[in-house]
């Protein structure tokens, strides 16, 4: 059997203009990150970048990393610590955005 440390899924639905999350090992039953989606969502808006198809601002991604953290509870056990849960959550959510986006961009 294999149990992963932490696991994060994320979605661009670019027919509707919201991102879609998922978070899993890092709280007691899977769930979302649906403030951190919000806000990707509507600064993607605010900056006009879903028409634009811009580069995503550092900055904007760091933050979206942090809000996705915020939706986790993990724990500490023999596959990692909760310190380590987190760290890891941001780092995915953070690459996964920006690999999502930079598919989106390379598709106009």
């Known amino acids: 059997m294999v149990i992963s440390v932490c ?3 994320f979605a661009l639905h670019l027919d509707r203009r919201t991102v879609g999350t998922g978070i899993g090992s890092a709280a007691p ?3 979302t990150a649906p403030e951190a989606a919000a806000f990707l969502a509507g600064e993607l808006d605010a900056h ?6 811009g ?8 933050e979206f990393g942090e809000r996705v953290t915020r939706a986790a509870s993990p724990i500490d056990d023999v596959r990692g610590t909760a310190a380590y849960r987190l760290r890891s959550l941001s780092v995915m959510a953070r690459r996964a955005a920006a690999w999502a986006w930079d598919d ?5």
């Open 48 to 53: 006009g970048l879903w028409e634009s198809r």
């Open 29 to 31: 039953t899977p769930r």
């Open 55 to 62: 580069e995503l601002p550092a900055a904007l991604v760091r």
């Open 7 to 9: 696991a994060f899924g």
């Open 104 to 108: 989106y961009r390379k598709a106009a």
